[in-house]
């Protein structure tokens, strides 16, 4: 798959959201990280995000531009934010 100039959220923001993000912005997709969690819970995590990721935090939403989106392995399918993903 051609990552180059994709929109990609990736949801969830704890180790594998940041491997994930920062393996995508390599392959120079846009990248948008979310989670439900305040950032000040997150940053441990946060401390090797590259910095063209973009970050959404206490966010429920998945973002409508988005191309893809990769859920980390934390995150649960059926949560009720996503409907919208599976809808489209």
């Keep these: 798959m051609l ?3 994709k929109n990609i959220t990736v949801v969830g923001s ?3 959201g940041v491997a994930t993000s920062n393996f995508l912005i390599s392959r120079n997709a846009s990248v948008t990280l979310v989670d439900t969690k305040p950032k000040n819970e997150l940053e ?3 401390s090797t995000l590259h910095p063209k990721v973009q ?8 973002p409508l531009s988005s191309d893809l ?3 980390s392995p ?11 993903v599976r809808k489209r």
């Design 3 to 5: 990552l180059k100039n």
């Design 14 to 16: 704890g180790c594998t």
């Design 44 to 46: 441990e995590s946060l």
């Design 55 to 62: 970050t959404l935090f206490e966010y429920s939403e998945v």
């Design 74 to 84: 934390g995150v649960n399918i059926r949560s009720s934010f996503l409907e919208v």
């Design 69 to 71: 989106v990769v859920l």
